[in-house]
């Protein structure tokens, strides 16, 4: 319990971060102008901006896995350690599609795909949680995002079909000259996100290496409970 606490503490943090608080943008965007246009551009900056939160994703975790092994889980890290926090991170990239997308579905008003979301959300968790726990550490890691996936392409499928794109380099670039002209709206967002999230994890981390992970993990299913 005490590693899951962590594992979701850390793919919440890195997916407020690079979200850089876009999704509340998006909405905004539909909710005031709902025209074709302008759906295909706020599809084209959240495809654009999909693919360079991976890119970061995966440049962290080439390089930054090992110290963040050690300063989350322990000094002398194992392979399997590394891995598990990889997963970590390819999770929280699914947390942050899901957040998108569903601020789009909010600001269309597509009351009907977004309850069917938020429901499948809920839905997959509690039937994921369970057999993943079995799985041990990778299974704590992949519980990070796994409903979120599900639901995720569940979306992503009804955005596509009501808003039929065509993926290709002019519509990447459509989509980043959208990102520009947003972008200093969202930043604001994204430092709400990054003092709550990255505070709480700080302290998590401190309460492991104080205590132990029986001790965290105490801790984290209170947390959870109180948060529910």
Do not use: C
Request: proline share 2%; charged share 10%; glycine share 6%.
């Amino acid at each position: 319990m005490g590693q899951m606490g962590i594992f979701r503490s850390l793919g919440t943090t890195v997916s407020g971060v690079l979200a850089l608080g876009f999704a509340t943008v998006f909405m905004q965007e539909v909710s005031i102008d709902k025209s074709a246009s302008k759906q295909n551009e706020v599809l084209a900056a959240s495809f654009t901006l999909a693919l360079l939160q991976a890119l970061a994703l995966l440049f962290i975790g080439i390089f930054f896995t090992k110290p963040l092994a050690t300063w989350l889980i322990q000094p002398s890290a194992t392979v399997q350690d590394l891995i598990h926090l990889r997963v970590v991170l390819a999770m929280s990239w699914v947390l942050i599609q899901i957040q998108n997308t569903i601020a789009i579905l909010r600001g269309l008003g597509d009351i009907k795909s977004l309850s069917r979301t938020q429901v499948l959300i809920s839905v997959t968790t509690l039937a994921l949680m369970f057999p993943l726990v079995k799985l041990g550490s990778l299974g704590l890691a992949l519980n990070v995002g796994a409903a979120s996936l599900i639901a995720f392409l569940f979306s992503l499928f009804y955005l596509l079909k009501k808003n039929p794109i065509v993926l290709n380099r002019d519509f990447l670039i459509l989509g980043y000259h959208s990102l520009r002209k947003t972008s200093r709206t969202s930043l604001i967002v994204t430092w709400q996100t990054i003092a709550v999230s990255g505070g709480f994890l700080a302290f998590q981390t401190l309460i492991q290496k104080s205590s132990s992970l029986d001790f965290l993990g105490n801790f984290a299913a209170a947390y959870m409970i109180l948060d529910t």
